[in-house]
């Protein structure tokens, strides 16, 4: 193994120092790569999922309209028949169905039948040995039975694609509009316009029309003639070929009804219904040919919807190319050839729907797995630009998956798309190996690093190291040598982890057995996408990192987090504040408001200290001498406590308590002038904005007007007068509008003021709105209160 990663290593010093040689070159063909790459992908096609072999083969086949069901059961045994005749070694027996079943949650005409053909194993082929071309030998023997057409696929796929598209195709034109003879011409049409489409097979429209009737047309002349009712002819033909109610039969206790029709050799057809008896008034009996034209006509064989709207749809099965690119070319020529009239449009369906689907779905998913990717990356190496680097693996990672998928002609499906999202994850595990050591290298000398590499990593620099040190030595860039030294060291576990990951999914994909189609594009995207990134982060990021990083200091993280701190800090220095919160701030922090609620604080500790103010304790000792008891005298000792008055102390708080009240009302008084102040101050910043607003619409019109004028002055249609006048009024208006701008800076300053905030505010103001004034309001409106309103 270590001679094994010598020779690698020694071929891959040498293409890592040319790369650090001519970075631009290198970075320059892997954009290049990358842009064929994105080219190479709009030109893969795609798919909804890989079609599953399942092993069987499912025949629909279909006769015209109004086949009676003894023919449809004779026309399938017939083709039956010609499929076990003619192919003995592959197919091992045929199971039809016909009709709808006994609970109807599939329901069909009975000229129609699903023939389930049950293959022997493929060993046992003689014919063919590819399904495909089975299918396609079949076809051309069944198509000899006469009146009937089929369309091949497979049990489970029909099953799947029909109860989440609608239909059993995997292409389907659906074509909306009112008039069902419209849309059958406008189906037949598509039909023609795609049958030669590459890659189309098994091409059928929905059958709409063409189930034959007879119809019984009454002639009223003949009918009053022979004194006949509408309803008794109708009646008697109900009678003879529905069947009419004409008892009931009890059996052990259960009752039937019992009716009565005419003999089934007597309602065979057309002509049973013309001679059908019809009894006149008089007991006579009438042919009902004599009262009534009967003939047969076309009617509809079936009204399909989709959201309450008729549609009619031609389908179509791919075979031999993706369901993206052949419906691309049949959108092209719908679009090109086909003209529908007004309240008539086309969408499609079938796989192609599930695709967009599906991609749309892709369309979150993958953006929110790169994001996580990034986010995980940044909190680990805790820098942008080193995140970035390790990023640039997904890109590389991506180009490898697409020529893989385009090497071995695969589309793009949901499971080469999951198959990015985990190569993605995978991807850049070698450029946080890389790019952490060389973190690691950064942190000690590039001598003392080397020596370490060596001990760690034996014959890992050699005489590449060596050359290294030289050309150290020799005044080369320190971030060159510590690229070498740190790719050379990390070369093993590099390749170890894309080599374990890539022989993980090799199985996968190579494998031939049940669910290998789903299996297939996922590993082949992961295997080539991670042979590309590991070639590319081998000798792409190396050299990245040594652009990036040339002659860079590092930023510390207490000056990366004063910095962060300090951007927005720049980009937000201008507070905004609503009436609310400055009503709210100037009720709560303003100096003269604190001030009133220390006082308040202090007569309630006053207030309640009231009847705890006691006198201070006397206490005394007094000593005489007494000649009778020697040297020793009385010693007298005492205590002496004034207790308050009850009447002093209700006194006493009831001053407090006015004291209270009175701080309380000036607080109150203080808030109130305090309040009114920013109202007032915001009324006068709305009242400013809507001058403002409408100053510049004034501004607009006048820049205009004097420039008209000037043009008149100058091709002599005017005096000079006009010119003055217009640019007089132009510069009012600016004037105007500077002063809004000076008495908006003094009303901010103001509210600053008020507020107590150094910092400056933005207000944010309410449209203006006039105010209508009481006879209150007259007189503070003269004193000036709301001198700065305008009232109009």
């Known amino acids: ?149 089929y369309e091949f696929t497979q049990p489970i796929k029909m099953r799947f694609d029909e109860m989440m598209t609608g239909v059993r195709s995997d ?50 002349q003949r009918l ?49 219904v013309q001679n059908l008896p019809v009894s006149t008034a008089d007991g006579q009996l009438v042919p009902l040919g004599e009262v009534a034209k009967v003939e047969y006509r076309l009617g509809a064989a079936q009204i399909s919807r989709d959201n309450a709207q008729r549609r009619i749809v031609v389908g179509a099965n791919v075979r031999g190319r993706d369901v993206e690119s052949v419906i691309g070319d049949i ?35 993958v953006p929110v797995a790169l994001a996580l990717i990034f986010a995980l990356l940044y909190f680990a ?97 320190k971030v060159h040598e510590r690229v070498l030294l740190g790719a050379s060291v990390r070369l093993r576990p590099v390749l170890m982890t894309a080599a374990v990951a890539s022989l993980g999914f090799l199985p996968m994909a190579i494998s031939s057995g049940a669910g290998a189609e789903v299996q297939r594009p996922l590993a082949t995207v992961v295997i080539g996408g991670l042979v590309t990134s590991t070639l590319l982060t081998l000798i792409v990021l190396p050299v990245l990192y040594a652009m990036f990083f040339k002659n860079v200091r590092r930023i510390s993280k207490s000056a990366l987090a004063t910095l962060v701190l300090l951007v927005p800090m720049s980009l937000f220095s201008q507070k905004t504040i609503t009436e609310a919160e400055a009503l709210k701030i100037v009720s709560e922090s303003h100096p003269a408001i604190q001030v009133a609620n220390a006082n308040i604080r202090s007569a309630d500790l006053l207030k309640s200290g009231a009847a705890r103010t006691w006198e201070p304790a006397e206490i005394y000792h007094n000593i005489a001498a007494d000649p009778d008891l020697g040297m020793f005298g009385t010693s007298t000792f005492g205590l002496n406590q004034a207790f308050p008055s009850g009447k002093m102390t209700r006194a006493q708080r009831a001053v407090f308590e006015q004291h209270k009240a009175v701080f309380e009302a000036e607080r109150n008084l203080t808030q109130h002038q305090l309040r009114r102040e920013v109202r007032e101050i915001f009324q006068h910043l709305s009242y400013l904005e809507e001058k403002r607003a409408r100053l510049l619409v004034l501004d607009s019109l006048y820049q205009q007007t004097a420039s008209i004028a000037e043009s008149r002055f100058q091709n002599g249609e005017s005096a000079q007068d006009e010119r003055l006048a ?19 800076a003094f009303d901010q300053q103001v509210l600053g003021q008020l507020l107590g905030l150094n910092e400056p505010l933005v207000p944010v103001v309410e449209p203006f709105q006039r105010r209508e004034f009481g006879l209150a309001d007259t007189a503070r409106v003269r004193l000036g209160a709301f001198s700065r309103v305008d009232s109009t």
């Open 1 to 149: 193994a270590d001679r094994l990663m010598d020779a690698i290593r020694g071929r891959y010093l040498p293409v890592l120092k040319g790369a650090l040689k001519a970075p631009r070159l290198v970075v320059g063909l892997t954009l290049g790569l990358f842009a064929l790459s994105l080219m190479v992908f709009t030109r893969l096609g795609g798919e909804f999922l890989p079609t599953l072999d399942e092993g069987d083969i499912l025949m629909h086949g279909f006769c015209k309209p109004g086949t009676s069901l003894t023919q449809t059961i004779h026309s399938h045994e017939l083709a039956q028949k010609v499929i076990l005749e003619n192919f003995p070694d592959e197919v091992e027996q045929v199971i039809s169905k016909i009709g709808t079943a006994e609970i109807p949650t599939d329901p069909m005409a009975p000229e129609t039948a699903d023939n389930i053909i049950l293959l022997k194993n493929k060993k046992f082929w003689t014919k063919t040995k590819s399904k495909a071309e089975l299918v396609e030998m079949i076809s051309e023997k069944v198509r000899e039975v006469p009146g009937m057409a």
């Open 171 to 220: 292409i389907a034109v659906k074509i909306f509009g009112p008039d069902m003879d419209s849309l059958a011409a406008a189906g037949e049409r598509v039909s023609h316009l795609i049958r030669d489409v590459p890659g189309i097979a098994d091409l059928k429209m929905e059958q709409v029309e063409g189930l034959p009737q007879i119809a019984v047309v009454y002639d009223y």
């Open 224 to 272: 009053a003639r022979y004194g006949l009712q509408v309803r008794d002819v109708n009646a008697a033909l109900r009678t003879a070929f529905a069947g009419e109610v004409a008892g009931t039969v009890f059996d052990e206790g259960r009752r039937f009804d019992l009716v009565v029709r005419l003999d089934p050799s007597r309602r065979r057809d057309l002509t049973d």
């Open 331 to 365: 959108q092209a020529l719908v679009k090109e050839k086909l003209k529908l009239p007004p309240g008539y449009f086309v969408t499609y369906g079938g796989q192609f729907e599930n695709l967009q689907a599906a991609k749309k779905r892709l369309s979150v998913a």
């Open 381 to 477: 190496f805790n820098s942008l630009k080193e995140s970035l680097l390790i990023y640039t693996a997904i890109p590389m990672s991506a180009i490898g998956g697409v020529f893989a998928l385009w090497l071995r002609d695969m589309p793009f499906s949901i499971s080469a798309g999951v198959g990015f999202i985990a190569l993605f994850g995978v991807a850049v595990l070698n450029g946080i190996v890389l790019i952490s050591y060389f973190n690691e290298l950064e942190k000690d000398v590039v001598g003392e690093d080397a020596n370490n590499g060596k001990k760690e990593e034996k014959g890992v620099v050699g005489e590449d190291a060596n050359n290294g040190k030289e050309d150290a030595n020799n005044g080369k860039n």
């Open 726 to 744: 217009a640019r007089d009024q132009a510069a009012r208006i600016r004037l105007e509008l500077e002063t809004i701008g000076h008495e908006r």
